[in-house]
């Protein structure tokens, strides 16, 4: 892989070992391998509860698993499919974009007052930095580690093997830039 790839790769596929954390972050999908990565991190005793986040994805107005109201409805069934008693979900049902996963979330935490040092990202591979970032600008204060899960077939080994898969990483840093302006000027206190 030459330098440039590798960078790329870098900058996209974040990974990082689970530890304890006080939390388990779910963001919006409809890629029910996701729920079943955060039901055996729950399993193996990673973290007491777990946040499934969203309604459905906003550029197609409902949810993409037609026999569930929304994509958190979809997760905590998965969940409790995999043995994840439903004390143990917190579902947020509103959100219909990431960043939305991640501000929806916080006010749900906050509303139940529950403080969160540590939490796991259960996201896709390819969506882990965005993901991330989303999640890290709400929770500032707490350790953010991506507990990430291939996808569609797009791993840091394979994503720049065919078109498809490169224009939907590529997509993904895009993006990451394009979609910040706004959250960079209202928490980074940027100046016209």
């Known amino acids: 892989m030459t330098r440039f790839l590798q960078d790329m790769t870098d900058f996209i596929f974040l990974e990082d070992e689970p530890q304890k954390a ?12 996701l729920a079943k990565t955060a039901a055996k991190l729950y399993h193996q005793g990673y973290a007491p509860l777990i946040i499934p986040s969203g309604k459905y994805a906003k550029w197609t107005g409902k949810s993409k698993v037609e026999e569930f109201e929304t994509e958190s409805d979809h997760f905590a069934n ?8 439903e004390s143990a979900i917190l579902k947020e049902k509103e959100a219909t974009y990431t960043y939305q996963n991640a501000i ?13 040092k540590r939490a796991l990202l259960c996201c896709q591979a390819f969506h882990a930095r965005r993901s991330k970032l989303y999640y890290q600008i709400l929770f500032p204060d707490t350790e953010i580690l991506v507990c990430p899960t291939v996808t569609k077939d797009i791993s840091k080994d394979n994503w720049f093997k065919t078109r498809e898969k490169s224009d939907r990483v590529l997509g993904e840093i895009e993006r990451c830039g394009s979609q910040f302006h706004e959250i960079v000027a209202e928490y980074g206190g940027l100046e016209d």
């Open 22 to 33: 006080d939390v388990i972050f779910l963001p919006g999908s409809e890629e029910g391998i």
């Open 78 to 85: 998965i969940l409790m499919e995999e043995g994840v008693p």
């Open 104 to 116: 929806n979330t916080r006010k749900l935490l906050d509303e139940k007052g529950i403080e969160v």
